[in-house]
């Protein structure tokens, strides 16, 4: 599950999703350029990194958080959608470098998923992305 706009509810979010049977959540915006694998929230530490506050305090076992890592565009400034890194919505070459540039810095570091997230609302705008990909 994603929450709107990134907005965690803490832990009723994380109550609601255990008690639901939700196996997992992508909601968190983690700070870690090199990556981060997912995990769960069986233990929650000091530093949870969720992005936006309410962060859980508590742990919720069997949870997974598949954390959203930025993508860095040519000019080096971080983004967390991959549609919202583009200058020129009709260039495959800097979709391309991006989605290359950012999997190359994964592999060569802790080889973390390296997942790409996209707004629907872009393959209306646009099919740049969807042809590069």
Known sequence: MRSPFLQGGGDNQFNMLQKKKFLYDSSFAAHYNDGIWPYTLDYVVNGTQCGIEPCPKTSHEGIW????????????????????????????????????NGFIKRYNSTKAPYLIYLHAECFKVSFTIAKTL
């Open 65 to 100: 958080q598949v954390p959203i890592l930025p993508i860095k565009k040519l000019d080096g400034v971080d983004c967390n959608f991959l549609d919202t890194c583009i200058h020129q919505p009709d260039d495959t070459e800097e979709v391309f470098q991006i989605l290359y």
